[in-house]
């Protein structure tokens, strides 16, 4: 008793929250239509009332055929026409309310895809997107994307079958007060069991979204072109099968245990509703032997007790779908009010606009680094400067952490110690797009979008609607016009094979489109990751002819392993061990004979 | 009451159809045959190729719904225990050569041999067990390092001493070191592992290439993200990797290729060059022009400087 107690002020407590959840919930899923919604719910309060018109109906219907008094077979009949109508209404209407309803549902749907692109967009770092908790989140959201605009639904379909208890509930008043309040409470403990058991199959669903990641990632690898190959040749789809059907199998304990021990005790408690009804129907009878009721009332009790404990499951049944359509959205929302980069964002008013040329450069100072979830660090203490106008190498193991270098430039994080300056002034105090739009970088995992050759190399430009020109003529500097040029459409051809008549090129062509995509903007800092690592001697040896010109007024920092292109950088960086070793140009370094000699000849001596 | 029931039975029976209509092309997708046709009485493949040939011979492709043929009649041979090396300009059709030798597609004209049997008479599975391969775009398993090395051959994904070993001809030994729980170290960003550098995540594609008892191993761009010494002790332990083995190298690196017992230049389709480093150098035709071209850019002392 006393827990049943603090329940029901614990809900009552968090009434207001759950309204105002209810109310911006409401605002999600019917925003993008309200007048539709509108129509809707005005449709669900009529055909809620015929019920109740009806049952009552029924009764005047059978004291008109009581003998007795005032009886009139002719008003009889007309009474039963109009019961007849109260069944015909709600058949002719119910077709428009579902396509109502349907076309309410797909609208929020895409509404709420919306909302989750323009949150991803919001995040403008990597601090988040990189982190698994956030990919857990995500997975849940996107089952959430398809349970959330059900919340209409089971809201009207709620509230119309509440209008319909209510209007039942006043007709058993009638006949005595008792009557619909004890109806009422028997039926509440099975109302707070459903809810628990939605609430619960909420909770298994968010644990079980780890297990369905993995689920998912087994799929995909089985699946996907990506791993296609290698799947293949190395025969890995058994494997990749048993670690599925294993996961599974945990996602479905976690989804079903709980819930289903819920769902026994709700049923057992639909017991208490039925001896209520049972109840009533001994003092009905009883009076009307005493002749203080009529037949009709008889008739009445049953119909509208047959009625309300019918109305007064779905009602349930609706609540408890309606709860947890708003958990879901309570996650999107979270999600949603969570998106914001990570990383400070300067003052409104007081930020930096980025320089189109540099003036001094960019200069690390003590630079320090850990990745959230890491347990070393991946930078430790890297001082040196990027001057302006100057073409800087960047060489060292593979693991020293020279990507994360770029991430930090570009803010995809922010350093946790030292401080990265850019013509002077910190880093953070730049407007972030700004600053973004000032570099171009060309990543070592460069992506391979599935869209034409001229958008894959116009994506890198500041408004690539507008690049159209520029494409061509970035694309002879990085040899990928003659990537064009075998192209059956040219640079109109779509690449990758995702979308039927789309075509494959080779790991070095794509690497000369990503180098266009890099070029294609006008840039004041040029990053380029290990740009040259697939490309034929030909084209690398071209493109470093270019290099120069190209990077004229500009600003560049080339990492690579091949000291080809390393050793015609004006200034050349050494990492080691998460710290600048040594550094200087390529004659000052040769001759010091230190790490970079030794390196050096490693690769050139397999020339002689 | 009755009615409300039979409201929600018409809803039910209203997805009917639709699970109807959607059901033949699940079926489709499930039930869909190999795309490879499968010989009827395949043979098993060699257990060792001792004097068995792989050959390509005239061997034509186009990808499906391309418009313009990738090869245009190679043909070459492959010879037991011998080092070969494939070069040509990006877009040459060198990773295709490999798609087909290790059946991923059929050739459209012209047949691969092996033993002077088609290929497409061997058993596919048992035909891939004798290849080892590491493609350019190898994949990043979000698995744990000792799985990424082995699931190259599933058989020993629990055999901890193979994959060390494996790790250590593939460069990877010192990394694995590194890790916090070595071999049992969950690597990859998306379940929390730990995320590697492209570099870092190549030496472990090599191990799970060379970690393969296959008599031959493909090598596809095996070392273009690695750093200078990783690439260096790798070529260093070349010989001991390939030894006994069949290796068909692609690179763009000449002080690789050079290193071939046999060296294929690929273009327009057709092999144009073929022959050991000294002899293609000897006579002066494409391959030599791009060897001296890369070989300038560190040898020719008068480049230093002027950058």
Redesign the interface.
């Known amino acids: 008793m006393r827990r049943a107690w603090d329940r029901l002020t614990g809900a009552l407590r968090g009434l207001p929250a759950g309204v105002r959840l209810g109310r911006r919930g409401f605002g999600l899923v019917a925003g993008p239509d309200p007048r539709g919604a509108a129509a809707f719910i005005g449709l669900v309060v009529l055909l809620s009332a015929l019920p109740v018109v009806q049952v009552w109906l029924s009764k005047l219907v059978v004291d008109e055929l009581t003998p007795g008094a005032g009886s009139s077979p002719r008003v009889a009949l007309a009474l039963a026409a109009g019961y007849a109508l109260t069944?015909l209404v709600?058949a002719a209407l119910?077709p428009v309310r579902r396509s109502l309803s349907i076309r309410l549902e797909d609208r929020a749907v895409g509404a709420v895809d919306r909302h989750l692109m323009e949150a991803g967009r919001r995040l403008e770092d990597l601090v988040r997107i990189?982190?698994?908790?956030f990919?857990d989140e995500l997975r849940t959201v996107q089952d959430s994307i398809w349970q959330a605009p059900r919340l209409l639904m089971w809201m009207d379909n709620a509230l119309g079958n509440s209008l319909t208890l209510v209007g039942l509930l006043g007709l058993l008043g009638g006949l005595h007060p008792v009557l619909p309040l004890a109806l009422i409470a028997a039926g509440i403990p099975q109302l707070f069991a459903d809810q628990k058991a939605a609430w619960l199959a909420y909770e298994a669903m968010t644990r079980r979204s780890?297990a369905a990641?993995?689920m998912d990632?087994c799929a995909r690898?089985a699946t996907e072109p990506?791993?296609?190959?290698?799947v293949?040749?190395?025969?890995?789809g058994?494997?990749f099968l048993a670690r599925f059907e294993e996961r599974f199998s945990f996602a479905l304990s976690e989804v079903t245990s709980a819930r289903l021990r819920h769902l026994r005790i709700s049923s057992a408690l639909g017991g208490i509703q039925a001896l209520a009804a049972a109840g009533g129907f001994w003092y009905v009878a009883a009076r009307a032997g005493a002749g203080a009721l009529t037949l009709g009332d008889i008739a009445l009790y049953l119909n509208a007790v047959?009625?309300a404990?019918?109305v007064s499951s779905?009602i349930r049944i609706s609540y408890a779908m309606a709860f947890e359509s708003l958990l879901h959205i309570r996650g999107i929302f979270n999600l949603l009010d969570n998106a914001k980069a990570r990383v400070a964002q300067p003052e409104d008013g007081r930020e930096l606009p980025a320089p189109a040329t540099l003036r001094s450069g960019v200069e690390l100072r003590e630079v320090s680094f850990t990745?959230p979830?890491?347990?070393e660090r991946a930078l430790d203490g890297v001082s040196f400067a990027l001057r302006a106008g100057e073409v800087t190498a960047l060489v060292?193991?593979?693991?020293?952490g020279?990507?994360t270098l770029v991430k930090l430039l570009t803010r995809m994080y922010d350093p946790d110690e030292g401080e990265i300056l850019l013509d002077g002034r910190p880093l953070r105090e730049y407007e972030l797009s700004g600053l973004r739009r000032a570099i171009a970088v060309v990543y070592?995992?460069f992506a391979r979008f599935a869209l034409s050759l001229r958008e894959n190399i116009a994506v890198g430009a500041d408004e690539p609607g507008r690049a159209e020109t520029r494409v061509e003529r970035v694309a002879g500097w990085a040899?990928a016009d003659?990537?064009a040029g075998?192209l059956?459409q040219g640079y109109d051809t779509q690449l990758t094979?995702r979308f039927?008549?789309g075509?494959?090129?080779?790991?070095?062509?794509w690497?000369?489109v990503a180098l266009a995509r890099g070029f294609v903007r006008d840039a004041a800092l040029v990053i380029l990751d290990?740009p040259t690592?697939?490309?034929?001697?030909?084209?690398?040896?071209r493109l470093?002819e270019r290099f120069r010109k190209l990077m004229r007024g500009r600003t560049a920092l080339i990492i690579s392993?091949r000291?080809?292109t390393v050793?015609?950088?004006?200034r050349i960086v050494v990492l080691e061990g998460g710290r600048v070793l040594e550094q200087g140009?390529?004659?000052e370094l040769?001759r010091r004979g230190g790490r970079y000699a030794e390196?050096?000849e490693?690769?050139?001596g397999?020339?002689? | 009451m009755l009615q409300g029931t039979l409201a929600m039975l018409s809803f039910d029976i209203g997805f009917l159809p639709m699970v109807l209509h959607f059901l033949p092309s699940l079926f489709r997708v499930l039930e869909a045959p190999p795309d490879l046709p499968v010989s009827p009485s395949p043979h098993p493949a060699p257990g060792r190729y001792a004097g068995a040939l792989l050959a390509f011979e005239d061997v034509e492709f186009s990808y499906p719904g391309a418009d313009r043929p990738v090869l245009l009649g190679v043909s070459f041979e492959m010879r037991p225990g011998e080092g070969l090396a494939l070069v040509g300009r990006n877009g040459a059709g060198k990773t295709t050569i490999v798609k087909l030798l290790l059946r991923l597609y059929d050739p459209t004209a012209g047949r691969i041999t092996l033993d002077g049997v088609d290929l497409r008479e061997y058993d596919l599975e048992d035909l891939r067990r004798e290849m080892g391969v590491i493609f350019q775009d190898f994949v990043r398993y979000e698995l744990t390092a000792g799985e990424n090395i082995g699931v190259g051959d599933v058989r020993v994904l629990t055999n901890e001493w193979r994959l060390l070993e494996a790790a250590h001809q593939g460069g990877a030994a010192e990394l694995v070191a590194t890790l916090p729980e070595g071999l049992g170290t969950q690597l990859g960003r998306e379940f929390g592992g730990r995320e590697l550098s492209g570099g870092e995540w190549q030496k472990l594609a090599l191990a799970r290439a060379v970690e393969q008892p296959a008599q031959v191993l493909v090598l596809d761009e095996p070392t273009a993200a690695l750093d200078v010494q990783t690439e260096y002790d790798v070529y260093t332990r070349f010989y001991d990797l390939t030894r006994n083995r069949t290796t068909l190298l692609i690179s763009h690196r000449f002080s690789t290729v050079r290193m071939a017992d046999r060296i294929l230049y690929l273009e327009g389709g057709r092999v144009r060059e073929e022959g050991g480093h000294e002899e293609l150098m000897a006579r002066d035709g494409e391959y030599a022009r791009l060897y001296r071209l890369q070989a300038s850019q560190y040898l020719d002392e008068a480049a230093e400087g002027e950058g």
Do not use: W
């Open positions: 069944l709600p119910d990189e982190r698994p908790a990919q780890r990641r993995e990632y690898i990506d791993a296609a190959k290698e293949r040749v190395f025969g890995l058994g494997f047959a009625q404990l019918g779905r990745y979830e890491g347990d060292g193991a593979n693991g020293v020279k990507s070592q995992d040899g003659e990537v075998k059956g094979r039927e008549g075509v494959e090129v080779s790991g070095g062509e690497q000369k290990e690592s697939a490309l034929d001697a030909d084209a690398e040896h470093f392993h000291f080809s050793r015609m950088a004006d140009t390529h004659a040769t390196l050096f490693m690769q050139a397999r020339y002689r």
